[in-house]
């Protein structure tokens, strides 16, 4: 099995910066795609931004230009800066990987437990 675990989440004002970081671990043959998600209250969980094993990433168009995700692919860990923070970006965040545990193994997807981020003044 892949474990992702998820730190960096809390209480920050409006404007304010964020950052989270996820580790996987476990059997992991390799790492490939690697995401953040989120989800508010009463809302569906919503793409926030990917970024490939090659680096190539993705923004949902609510958060570019405020946010950057990043990856350490020697330690297994995939960022997310959070800039310009708003009451609006109030979710738990969900990191997601597709992930090979051994060669030939099937592509499969992974989550982690989620972290809690709140905007509020």
């Known amino acids: 099995q892949v474990q992702l675990v998820e730190s960096g989440g809390g209480l920050v004002q409006p404007g304010g910066s964020l950052r989270l970081s996820c580790v996987a671990s476990?059997?992991?043959?390799?790492?490939?795609?690697m995401g953040w998600y989120r989800q508010a209250p009463g809302k569906e969980r919503e793409l926030v931004t990917e970024?490939?094993?090659?680096?190539?990433?993705t923004y949902a168009d609510s958060v570019k230009d405020r946010f950057t995700i990043s990856r350490d692919n020697a330690k297994n860990t995939v960022f997310l800066q959070m800039n310009s923070l708003k009451p609006e970006d109030t979710a738990v965040y969900y990191c997601?990987?597709?992930?090979?545990?051994?060669?030939?193994?099937?592509?499969?997807?992974?989550w982690g437990q989620g972290t809690q981020v709140t905007v509020s003044s």
């Open positions: 970024i490939t094993s090659g680096g190539a990433t």
């Open positions: 997601n990987a597709w992930a090979r545990q051994y060669r030939g193994s099937r592509n499969a997807n992974y």
């Open positions: 476990g059997s992991i043959f390799s790492l490939n795609t």
